[in-house]
Structure formats: structure tokens, C-alpha cells
């Protein structure tokens, strides 16, 4: 195999890479931010992506309407549908000492909905195709197509948007308060029902996108969403936890590392070296490679 | 019934299994410094916590302007006018100076003070000013406790609660500190405060209570505490009665 490797392939392993991780990168956004304010692992974000996925291949199937376009749609879909389950499935047990009830019914909505795909979209793996799917560039004889272009493209726009709305505006600040503490936001007037609600939208609005940049690249079936659960899980562990940049470079290393093993190994030593990457960092570096300094006991 | 501004009226409070407060009635006027002292462990905490709503009472009655609090939320109970300060400040570290302020007046009544406010925050403790870019963290100890204050008086309240404001702080910060206390009660300002540092703070409270195990044992005036030799004895120590 390896007299075929060349600086270009190199140089593609690592274009694909990079477009795949900040897919996983965004998912990991949304989960830094529900962890930030609810302290628990969202582990239906996977799932949510893959139900927006679908909704956006509706959107497309029975509307005719280009998946992009369907942003201008999904987006504000995703933000209600985040604020709308912190509400509903979330509100009561946020407040409570004890956090594993509230990861219970992440784990049960994790599972509702992705039986309920199943139901209505069936396991066959669906897949949007449209006149630019098969389009690509090729500067200097690098393949990039043009659909994981713009998931890149997406990525770095929603990054810069939250990142825009934590710091700059009076409710992002406070979501930021919270998840540092959660004690003095209440002093200071902040409700924590508004926060976790905030942050919940933005991590389902974050899926939105992901699921559409997904929808437009890759064939998606209703089990796809835990293991894209799982990737988001471990570019947070890889980037620390807390820190909007370090999930989406975390993301970025992950698809890096999946890319590079599955041209070396193959697909099924991809996926072990990644899970394995997740267990190295903990190991060694609990608070992810791109956080500063913690505080360790 | 008279018209105090806070009045705490036969609190019980418990951690689990645990009472920490029993039975304790307490009462601040308007524009007074009122002190709550007492040794580690005797309740001073869990009862401005009580008050802020970040704990609730089991038994007993709170009331703030003649309303009732008792049951009210820690975010509610800021909205009705009173700011606590908790123990370690609480400050949001990763945030900046400025942005803590910001969150100071975060209630949808104080954030069209917040111009106004920020001037008086920034005119009491200039220091705030010149940092006003730099993280809360990264402050000296002094530097963070004056912020606490500064964003505790950002929300406008009626009544604001120090919990061992002077934990930590230089000697001459701790005066200071409590020279700015005092200057904040003449702009009007009513404060309660839990101090470790007995002999200050009764010297400047107008009234003040003793806590000890939970339940209150003594009130009476600042400077009637002050040359109790009961007092003197269990929480000032020898060196400060020869003054």
C-alpha cells in the first residue's frame, strides 16, 4: 500500500480529515455547552443531528428545497426544539443535586427518537443527492468536494456565531457565569432554568447545522446518531471541556486521527485508535489538550 | 408590628439530618450595619444563604419590605433588593472584571441603572477601572473582594449581605475595607455582615447578634457587644481588650 503513498495523498488524508473533524467539532460544541450549565454528557446530541438530518432530507424529498437553503428553516427549528426539550424532558430533574437522572433522560430521548426514525424513515440508509453532490475542486490535484467544503464553511460560521453570541451578549455572559458557578449566577439574579434552556438551544441549533452539513455529505441511517455521539464525546475529552475552540479543534484532531488510520489500518482500526485516543487523554491529560491550566487537587 | 426593613422571624434550618439553625430571629433596620458574629460552625453562613434563598428554612418566616421571602428563589430574593455576597466572593473567574459587573446587573430593573451604576462602582473603587479588561481571576484578593461588592451593588439593592468580606485580605486592606463599608452605609446603603474579625465589625455595627451553635445568645447595640466582657472573652481575645 505504501508505494502509493505521496505528498498529495498525504496532503488529502489530511483535507478530508480536517472537513469530516469539524463536523464532529460542532457536535462537540453543543455538548461543551449543555455540560457547561447542566453538568451532564448530552448523549442524544448523535441522535438529534441524525433526526435533523432527516428533517432536512424531507425538507428536500417532499418540498424540493435545496438542503442549504432549508437552513433558513432548520435553524430556528433546532434553536425552538433545544429550549423546547430543556422544558419538557429536562426542567424538573436540572434542579435536582443528583445528575444522572438528568443523563437517564438523555439516554431515554436518545433512544425515543431514534426508534422513532426508524418507524418513520426505516433503517435504510438515506442520502440527499442534488446536482453539487458530485461537484469538487481540485487545486493541486487535491480532491475537495464542494459539500464538505461547505460543512467546513458552516462549521467556522456557527463557531464564530457562538462564540460572538457568549461573548458579547448579556444572557451568553450569562450562560458562561453558570457554567462556572452556578451558586453566584442565582446571586446575581441569573435563573437557571433560563440558562440550561439557552444553552439547550444552542446545542440543538449546533445539531441542526451538523445534521444538514451530514444530510449533504454522507448516506445517514437512524443508528448513525450514537456513534456520532460518541466522535462529539471524544473530540470534548481530546479539546477540554469548557472551552468553544478546544471542541472544535478537538473535533478537527479526531477527524485527523480516523482519516490517517483508516488509509494506514482500515475503517474498524480507525474507530478503535479513536476510542483509544479518548482513553490516552484522559488518561494523561484529563482536561484536554487545549485547555490552559486546572486547577488539579 | 414594627417596620423593619428585613426581618427573620424563628428560622430552623437543616443540612439532612443535620439543624444548623434553630429558632433564630433576627431583625435589620433600614440604613443601619447590622453584624452577625459567632465562631466557625455557629450558623452565620447557612443563615444569609437562608436569606438569599440558596437554602430554605423548614420553619420560620422571612420578610423583606413587609413581604414574605421564605420561599422565594435565590434569583427572586436579588430581584426583590437584596445582594449577598457569599463566602469566597463567588466571582465568576474566567470572566472579566468588566463582564462580572455586567452580570452585577443582569436584573432586567438594574440594567437601565447599569450606566449610572458602573460609574458608581468605578468612582468607589477606581482600581476596577484600570482592570476592568483583565479576568476576575487574576485579581489580588483585595482587587476580587472589592469586586464582589462592586457587581453585589451593580443590581441596586436595599439591603446588601458581606459574608466574611475580610477572609484572606492584607491588614491594611481589612481596614480599608472596613472604612468603605462605613462610607457605603452613609450613601444609605443597609448592610448585614457576617465577619470573622469580631472587634471591627462591632465597632462599626449598630446592632449586632451573637450566633453560637445555631441559635442566637446575644444582641444589643455594636459597642454594647463590644465592651461585654462575655463577648470579649469567647470571640475578641486578650490583646484586643487593652485597647
Known amino acids: ?297 | 408590628m414594627e417596620n423593619h426593613l428585613l426581618e427573620v422571624r424563628g428560622v430552623d434550618v437543616s443540612y439532612g439530618d443535620v439543624q444548623a439553625l434553630w429558632d433564630v430571629s433576627i431583625h435589620v433596620d433600614e440604613g443601619t450595619i447590622v453584624a452577625l458574629v459567632g465562631a466557625n460552625g455557629s450558623g452565620k453562613t447557612t443563615l444569609l444563604k437562608t436569606i438569599s434563598g440558596v437554602i430554605h428554612a423548614e420553619g420560620g418566616e422571612i420578610f423583606f419590605s413587609g413581604k414574605s421571602i421564605a420561599k422565594l428563589k435565590a434569583q427572586e430574593v436579588v430581584d426583590m433588593g437584596i445582594s449577598h455576597v457569599p463566602e469566597g466572593r463567588g466571582l465568576f473567574s474566567d470572566l472579566t472584571v468588566l463582564e462580572n459587573l455586567k452580570l452585577g446587573a443582569y436584573l432586567p430593573r438594574a440594567r437601565p441603572l447599569f450606566a449610572e451604576s458602573l460609574e458608581r462602582a468605578y468612582s468607589l473603587f477606581p482600581v476596577l477601572q484600570a482592570r476592568k479588561g483583565q479576568k476576575a481571576g487574576s485579581l489580588s484578593g483585595g482587587e476580587q473582594q472589592m469586586l464582589a461588592i462592586a457587581r453585589a451593588m451593580m443590581a441596586q439593592p436595599n439591603l446588601l449581605m458581606l459574608d466574611e468580606p475580610s477572609l484572606g485580605l492584607s491588614p491594611i486592606f481589612v481596614r480599608t475595607l472596613f472604612e468603605l463599608i462605613s462610607a457605603l452605609n452613609r450613601q444609605k446603603v443597609t448592610l448585614l455582615l457576617v465577619e470573622q474579625n469580631v472587634h471591627q465589625a462591632l465597632k462599626i455595627a449598630h446592632q449586632a447578634y451573637v450566633l453560637k451553635i445555631g441559635r442566637i445568645v446575644m444582641a444589643g447595640r455594636g459597642d454594647e457587644l463590644l465592651a461585654d466582657t462575655e463577648v470579649q472573652k469567647a470571640y475578641i481575645g486578650e490583646r484586643w481588650r487593652k485597647r
Open chain 1, 1 to 297: 500500500m505504501l508505494e502509493y503513498l505521496s505528498f498529495s495523498l498525504i496532503i488529502q488524508l489530511l483535507v478530508n480529515g480536517i472537513l469530516f473533524g469539524t463536523m464532529y467539532g460542532i457536535a462537540a460544541i453543543g455538548l461543551s455547552l449543555i455540560f457547561g450549565t447542566m453538568r451532564i454528557i448530552f448523549l442524544a446530541q448523535g441522535t438529534m443531528i441524525i433526526f435533523l438530518a432527516y428533517v432536512c432530507y424531507w425538507i428536500f424529498k417532499l418540498l424540493g428545497i435545496d438542503p442549504y437553503l432549508s437552513l433558513v428553516f432548520v435553524i430556528p427549528l433546532s434553536l425552538l426544539l433545544g429550549a423546547g426539550l430543556y422544558h419538557t424532558l429536562f426542567r424538573e430533574a436540572a434542579g435536582l443535586e443528583d445528575k444522572n437522572i438528568s443523563l437517564l433522560i438523555a439516554v431515554g430521548l436518545m433512544f425515543l427518537v431514534e426508534n422513532l426514525m426508524m418507524v418513520i424513515w426505516t433503517a435504510n440508509p438515506r442520502s440527499i443527492t442534488t446536482s453539487y453532490t458530485i461537484l469538487s475542486f481540485r487545486p493541486m490535484g487535491i480532491n475537495v468536494s464542494f459539500t464538505r467544503l461547505m460543512g467546513l464553511f458552516m462549521a467556522v460560521i456557527s463557531t464564530a456565531c457562538v462564540l460572538l453570541f457568549l461573548k458579547k451578549t448579556l444572557i451568553g455572559m450569562a450562560v458562561r457565569a453558570a457554567s462556572e458557578n452556578i451558586i453566584s449566577a442565582t446571586l446575581v439574579g441569573i435563573s437557571p432554568h433560563r440558562v440550561n434552556a439557552v444553552a439547550f438551544a444552542i446545542g440543538i441549533g449546533l445539531a441542526g447545522i451538523a445534521g444538514v452539513g451530514l444530510a449533504t455529505i454522507y448516506p445517514f441511517d437512524p443508528y448513525f446518531g450514537f456513534i456520532f455521539a460518541l466522535k462529539a464525546m471524544i473530540s470534548l475529552a481530546i479539546g477540554g471541556i469548557g472551552s468553544v475552540f478546544g471542541a472544535l479543534f478537538g473535533g478537527i484532531l479526531l477527524g485527523l486521527l480516523e482519516s490517517l488510520a483508516s488509509f494506514f489500518f482500515s475503517g474498524g482500526w480507525s474507530d478503535a485508535l479513536s476510542y483509544a485516543a479518548f482513553l490516552i487523554v484522559l488518561m494523561f491529560k484529563p482536561e484536554g489538550l487545549f485547555v490552559r491550566s486546572i486547577q488539579k487537587v
